[in-house]
């Protein structure tokens, strides 16, 4: 499905949310029934799947917001400023990265100055990038090309850095990093909040066309 309408785009939040969810909660109905040698494994098993929904829900919101932003076909003229700095954004870094000629300085100067009237067609995929580390600091990063607040999760910056990602990676570079049954509904929970207080602030963009100039 393509988010053509306000409704498309709902729809796509709703049903990739819903299976997410689904997926969690059956995790933690499995950590409540297992016995003493298998409770260990899946109390890992939440902290790692709870991180992996964070990430791949934050990145399907995002990436299917743009997409329905270039299904309006609209110039970026049309849209708020952040629209077009995102466009510039990669040529710039790759410009630095390259340390471009003079020439290749000023085709950039003049394209970002007579570019206002092009079609928002495209969105690089390197700007909604996870970096495989969704942090505080990264979807403060994927907030700004997303031109949404940002406060929400640096207020939970202690649960996103510490209680979340440190004991993920901890896990993921095979290290024996647990989390007590007696927190698992508590950090579910939590996620899930944040993964719906990102779709709400693009899915309130759009309703309320806050992305147009």
Not at 154 to 166: G, H, I, M, S, Y
Not at 180 to 188: F, H, K, Q, T
Request: aromatic share 8%.
């Amino acid at each position: 499905m393509k988010p053509y309408s306000e409704k498309d785009l709902s729809s796509i939040f709703d049903t990739d949310l819903t299976w997410r969810r689904k997926e969690l909660s059956d995790l933690k109905s499995a950590v409540r029934s297992a016995d003493v040698v298998a409770k260990p494994v899946l109390l890992r098993a939440v902290i790692a799947m709870s991180y992996a929904h964070w990430e791949g829900y934050v990145r399907t919101c995002a990436n299917r917001y743009f997409e329905h932003l270039t299904l309006r076909k609209k110039s970026f003229a049309e849209f708020e400023r952040q629209i077009y700095v995102n466009s510039i954004l990669c040529r710039l870094d790759a410009l630095h990265q390259s340390r471009g000629s003079l020439e290749e300085r000023c085709r950039l100067v003049n394209d970002i100055l007579d570019g206002g009237d092009k079609k928002f067609a495209y969105l690089n995929p390197d700007l909604v990038d996870t970096r495989s580390n969704l942090n505080t600091d990264v979807i403060k990063d994927i907030c700004i090309i997303c031109a949404v607040d940002a406060d929400q999760f640096e207020q939970n910056r202690p649960f996103l850095d510490l209680l979340l990602l440190k004991r993920r990676n901890a896990i993921a570079h095979g290290q024996q990093e647990f989390i007590r049954a007696d927190e698992v509904d508590e950090l579910v929970a939590k996620v899930l909040g944040l993964m719906e207080h990102f779709r709400t602030l693009l899915e309130n963009k759009v309703y309320l066309k806050a992305y147009a100039a």
